[in-house]
T-cell receptor, first 111, second 115 residues
Framework: DAKTTQPNSMESNEEEPVHLPCNHSTISGTDYIHWYRQLPSQGPEYVIH???SNVNNRMASLAIAEDRKSSTLILHRATLRDAAVYYC????????????FGQGTTLQVKP | DAGVIQSPRHEVTEMGQEVTLRCKPI?????LFWYRQTMMRGLELLIY????????DSGMPEDRFSAKMPNASFSTLKIQPSEPRDSAVYFCASSLFSGASSGYTFGSGTRLTVV
């Protein structure tokens, strides 16, 4: 399975946009890019996923580089409730979609 | 929808005892996953089922661990005998499997402490 690389931690100020990067240089053409987050003392929560085009939903936006070797999760206005560990995960078509979690990025949001 | 329901939320047991963790997936979902989370190893996939059939149990650490899914609405993860190193948070997740684009819904987890 292709691996992802994320910074261990990031800080943001409340009500400012946050850009969480993810590198996946060995991504294959059929790999989907998923983002999950885990709030303190909770299970992981689905955020967004995409294949080639940028994606938007009520929680966030996903910007995928043209060569697909990197992606960025964008939180448009960070709130204190967005403080969490954010995981960038690749799933391969034909691999039953199982999620293999890395260490993720711990996002701190300062008031 | 009540989401994925796990029970109990907390379990404290003595070494050597049998422990059973339970999971009720979201109705209509046909894939179920068991994960374990520790500070040292992060989130590890233990086993997953598709249409109640175990597909991959390569993440199950030892023979002391077993998982069953007798029907589409219930799954158990059993540890017998339990050891202190099994202390962790165990998560269950379900998905409406449609390949690599499936999204998972996780339960709130069971925090297991083996003393």
């Amino acid at each position: 399975d292709a691996k992802t690389t994320q910074p261990n931690s990031m800080e943001s100020n409340e009500e400012e946009p946050v850009h969480l990067p993810c590198n996946h240089s060995t991504i294959s053409g059929t790999d989907y890019i998923h983002w999950y987050r885990q709030l303190p003392s909770q299970g992981p929560e689905y955020v967004i996923h995409g294949l080639t085009s940028n994606v938007n939903n009520r929680m966030a936006s996903l910007a995928i580089a043209e060569d697909r070797k990197s992606s960025t999760l964008i939180l448009h206005r960070a709130t204190l409730r967005d403080a969490a560990v954010y995981y960038c995960i690749l799933t391969r078509s034909g691999n039953t979609g199982k999620l293999i979690f890395g260490q993720g990025t711990t996002l701190q949001v300062k008031p | 929808d009540a989401g994925v329901i796990q029970s109990p939320r907390h379990e404290v047991t003595e070494m050597g005892q049998e422990v059973t963790l339970r999971c009720k997936p979201i109705s209509g979902h046909n894939s179920l996953f068991w994960y374990r989370q520790t500070m040292m190893r992060g989130l590890e996939l233990l086993i997953y089922f598709n249409n109640n059939v175990p597909i991959d149990d390569s993440g199950m650490p030892e023979d002391r661990f077993s998982a069953k899914m007798p029907n589409a609405s219930f799954s158990t993860l059993k540890i017998q005998p339990s050891e202190p190193r099994d202390s962790a948070v165990y998560f269950c997740a379900s998905s409406l499997f449609s390949g690599a684009s499936s999204g998972y819904t996780f339960g709130s987890g069971t925090r297991l402490t083996v003393v």
